[in-house]
C-alpha cells in the first residue's frame, strides 16, 4: 500500500459544529443589534398606535357610554351604522372636500415649487414664508380664516364689495361652509407639497432639460414631457398623505364650522368625536373608525398598485 493510499484513508474529516455555529451567533447579535435599534420606536408605536387600535377594535363590538361597563353587542354597531344613511352622508361630505382640496394644494405647490426652482432673488426667504403656514397651529389658522371669511365684517367680503361684488356667506352658508373649509386648509399645506415638490425638481438631471432644449422643446413642451414624468414618485407621495389626510379632517372643521351649518360639514371624524363625548356612544364611534381605516387602507392600496402605470423611477 502506498503512502498516498495510507494518509488519505487516515484523513479525518473536518467538524461542521464550529463553522455553522459562528454564523448562527452572528444572526443572533445581528437580529438582537436591529432589535435594539428598533426599540426606541417600537415602543411608542406600540402603545400609541397598536393598542389603541386593538382596544378600538374591542370598544367597537359593544356598547359603552364611557360611564357604565362595555356590554357585547357583537357587529351591531357596524350594522347600524351601514345602514344609517347619516353615515353615506358624512363620508360624502368628506369625499367633497377630498376633491376639492387635493387637486388645490397640488397645482397650487407645484405653481410655487416650479417659481422657487429658479434664479429668484430672495427665494430662501420665500420659502420660509410659504412654509410658515404649515408649522403653524390648525387652530390658529382655521380663526384667522374665520375671520377673514366672516360674511358682514370680513376681509374678503369688504374686499368684494369695493369692486361691486356681492360676497357669499362662507362658513354661515351651507353651499359655501365646505369650500371655505377646503380654502383655509388648501392655503395652510401649500408649503408642505412644495417643499415636497421642490426637492423632486432639484432630483432632476439638468442635462436632460438641457437636452431637451436642444432638441427645440418649449417650457410647456419640457414640463409635460420631462418635469412632471420625473416628478411623479414626488407627485405619487404628496397625493398619498393627502388623501390620508383628506379622510381624518378634523381641527379646521371643528373651529370653523363645528359641522355646520345643517350638518354640511360634518365629515367622518367630526362625528367620531360627536358619537364619542357628545352622544355617549363610543361603540358606534370605535366602529365609525374602523370603518374609516378600511376605506383609507384600501383607496391607499389602490394607489400603491396603480403606480406602476404612471410613477416613473430613475
Known sequence: MSVGTLGAGLTTPPAPARTERRPRRSRIRYTLTVLAFLLPSAIPLTAFVLAPMVSAAWVS????????????VGLDNYAKLLSDPKTGAIFLHTLYYIVGYLPLVYFGGLALALALNTRLKGRSILRGVYFLPVVTSWIVVALVWRWLLNPSTGVVNTALSWVGIDGPGWWADPAWAMPSIIIASAWKDLGFVMVILLA?????????????RVDGAGWWRRLFSVVLPLLSPSTFFVVVISLINGFQVFDQ?????????????????QQIYDLTFRYGAAGEASALSWLLFAVVLGVTVVQIVGQKRWVTYG
Do not use: C, H, R
Open 200 to 212: 423632486g425638481l432639484q432630483a432632476i438631471d439638468p442635462e436632460l432639460l438641457d437636452a431637451a
Open 61 to 72: 363590538l359593544t356598547k359603552w357610554n364611557l360611564l357604565a361597563p362595555p356590554v357585547f
Open 253 to 269: 372643521v371643528y373651529a370653523m364650522t363645528g359641522g355646520g351649518p345643517g350638518g354640511s360639514t360634518q365629515v367622518v371624524v
